[in-house]
């Protein structure tokens, strides 16, 4: 760990921009950043012309990702020119935890004041006591080395009635194509207890749906010895009282039990939704991309959850293009997506990422053009099958989780199984429960009236 003078610093009262992007998880690192600048004093701005102190939480898992955040470095490399006295914090995916990482940016991106690993709040934690040392604005900033944040996490204010509970940080899976593994470290549970202190501490201040966080959450408890596992986890969440609904993501297949499909049976609270990656429906490409399952291994899991959780939803992700992927392996995957037919498909062209197994071994061999063949296909596939699927759901009622209130007076919210509805001539706040009667439906939104 080797610290680096910084010349300058926010003074009392100062405005803070926060820039994120990427998945949950660095929604979840984002709200942590937040509390813990508002409690030092800060102030959130939403132009970061305005701030004091300018953090980017990046995110790596493409190309495209990483060179969002290259663009906007620049941006702000133009703003601390115009201003010498700005501090610019660099957190994420892209910053990683490997030393030499942080020292590469640095020298590419001089201006940079903070280095943050994903999920490690210390960095900053020790920017802003300096600073309180020495309020005359000569602080000292310190580079992480990389571990967890020790301390216990600020508790964020709950983004209007939905938040996010890590609970498991890291990843030790390794599949071929991901740089998860090499940016957020080795998969580490938190313990039960502080997790069960920090929902209801959320619920407490308005939360009343969390949804518990993981790269591979089944797998939640078994790197803690004598630790319960996910499924009593979720019983135990559900039972906090004020707290209405109850997510967990993202599964593998190979990590998903029978006792966590038990607790999604009978716990009212904890939502019938599931987001299962599948990646590919060629068993020659899931082997290469170091998955561990087949595609009828698949298959079979969603028979077995269907099975027990009747009108359960359905997420999966899948890559395109990934190395020697063929016309015929393509094939595989959209005639698995014909017959499963998920609620959502999030749809990513591959990109060789720095260190993994596809990006030293295998070359990227699928043409741009193929690739994006390949994606327009697949979310045409969604787009129809959503649509024929929804086409009973006018005249039908569900219930809706209140979340926020559009320009205009629309309420927005969700039904147990994740579909998005919109409600006209309704005054429930967020937060309400309310049953729904559709009247229009399309793929991806619903829309009705209450009662
Ligand atoms: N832990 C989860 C999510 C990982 S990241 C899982 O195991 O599935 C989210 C999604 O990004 C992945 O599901 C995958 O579809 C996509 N992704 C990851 N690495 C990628 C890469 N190199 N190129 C394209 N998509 C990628």
């Not at 934690?125 to 005359?136: C, D, Q």
């Not at 993202?250 to 609270?269: G, I, Q, R, Y």
């Not at 086409?391 to 629309?410: F, K, M, N, Q, W």
């Amino acid at each position: 760990m080797s610290n680096v003078s910084i010349d300058v610093a926010p003074g009392p009262g100062f405005r803070y921009n926060l820039w994120t992007t990427g998945c949950q998880m660095n929604e979840a690192d984002a709200a942590r950043v937040a509390a813990l600048l508002e409690a030092a004093g800060g102030r959130s701005v939403d132009d970061a012309r305005e701030a004091d102190l300018v953090l980017l939480n990046t995110c790596a898992v493409r190309q495209q990702a990483e060179d969002k955040a290259h663009v906007r470095l620049r941006y702000v490399g133009q703003l601390r020119r115009r201003n010498p006295r700005l501090v610019v914090a660099l957190m994420g995916c892209m910053v990683g935890t490997n030393p030499e990482r942080m020292a590469a940016l640095r020298e590419a991106y001089p201006f940079i004041d903070l280095f943050l690993p994903p999920s490690d709040l210390r960095p900053l934690r020790e920017f802003l006591a300096t600073r309180e040392a020495a309020p005359t604005g000569d602080g000292v900033g310190c580079v992480g080395g990389g571990e967890t944040d020790d301390g216990r996490p600020p508790v964020p204010a709950p983004d209007g009635i939905r938040a996010y509970l890590p609970a498991v940080l890291g990843c030790s899976h390794a599949c071929a194509y991901c740089v998860i593994p090499y940016r957020r470290g080795a998969e580490r549970s938190r313990p039960s207890g502080e997790l069960l202190d920090e929902a209801q501490e959320l619920v407490r201040r308005g939360a009343r749906e969390l949804t518990v966080l993981g790269q591979i959450i089944d797998r939640y408890g078994l790197d803690r010895p004598g630790e319960m596992h996910l499924p009593e986890l979720l019983r135990r969440l559900a039972e906090i009282p004020g707290l209405l609904r109850l997510r967990f993501l993202t599964s593998h297949p190979n990590w998903f039990t029978d006792e966590l499909l038990d607790a999604m049976a009978d716990t009212p609270v904890l939502c019938p939704y599931v987001e299962l990656p599948v990646q590919a429906g060629s068993d020659a490409i899931l082997a290469a991309m170091r998955r561990g399952y087949t595609a009828e291994q698949y298959r079979a899991l969603i028979r077995k959850i269907r099975g027990r959780i009747p009108g359960v939803g359905l997420s999966t992700d899948i890559i395109v293009g990934f190395p020697g992927e063929t016309e015929a392996d393509f094939e595989a995957t959209m005639s698995l997506m014909r017959e499963v037919r998920p609620d959502m498909i999030r749809v990513a062209k591959y990109s060789p990422r720095p260190q993994t197994l596809s990006a030293r071994t295998m070359s990227d061999d699928v043409p741009a053009e193929v690739k994006e063949a390949r994606r327009v296909a697949l979310e045409g596939l969604l787009r129809d099958f959503l649509t024929e699927k929804h086409a009973d759901y006018p005249g039908r009622t569900v219930e809706i989780l209140v979340e926020s209130v559009e320009p205009g007076g629309r309420r927005r919210g969700r039904t147990p199984d994740a579909k998005l509805v919109f409600v006209d001539g309704c005054d429930a706040p967020p937060g309400t429960l309310l049953p729904v009667t559709i009247t229009w439906a399309g793929p991806f939104s619903l829309i009705g009236e209450p009662g």
